[in-house]
């Protein structure tokens, strides 16, 4: 069974930082995808980043050149610099395993005060 359990979230006045991470077990397939989506009230989620097993990384256009994801093996980080009040929002962790089976995190609260 898959697991993902994110940390990192929590409150920061705006231009901080913060760094999420997420650690996921049961991960079977070495082929696999990791993102941080996020989705803040009354707006439907949207993806934030992606990395590829390969280390490929696409971003959304509202966080490129602020926010950096990487990932060691099964782990997953989201290096949020210069944050805004807009990034507030739950974060969540997604795996995707070859394409097909798709893993979820709890989430974790991000809250930038302005």
């Known amino acids: 069974q898959v697991q993902l359990v994110e940390s990192g979230g929590g409150l920061v006045q705006a231009g901080g930082s913060l760094r999420l991470s997420c650690a996921a077990s049961?991960?079977?397939?070495?082929?696999?995808?990791m993102s941080w989506y996020r989705q803040a009230p009354g707006k439907q989620r949207e993806l934030v980043a992606a990395?590829?097993?390969?280390?490929s990384t696409n971003y959304a256009d509202s966080v490129k050149g602020r926010f950096t994801i990487s990932r060691d093996k099964n782990t997953v980080y989201l290096q949020m610099n210069s944050l805004k009040p807009e990034d507030t929002a739950v974060y969540y962790c997604?795996?995707?395993?070859?394409?097909?089976?798709?893993?979820w995190g709890q989430g974790t609260q991000v809250t930038v005060s302005s």
């Open positions: 990395i590829t097993s390969g280390g």
């Open positions: 997604n795996v995707v395993q070859i394409g097909i089976f798709t893993h």
């Open positions: 049961g991960i079977i397939y070495s082929s696999n995808d």
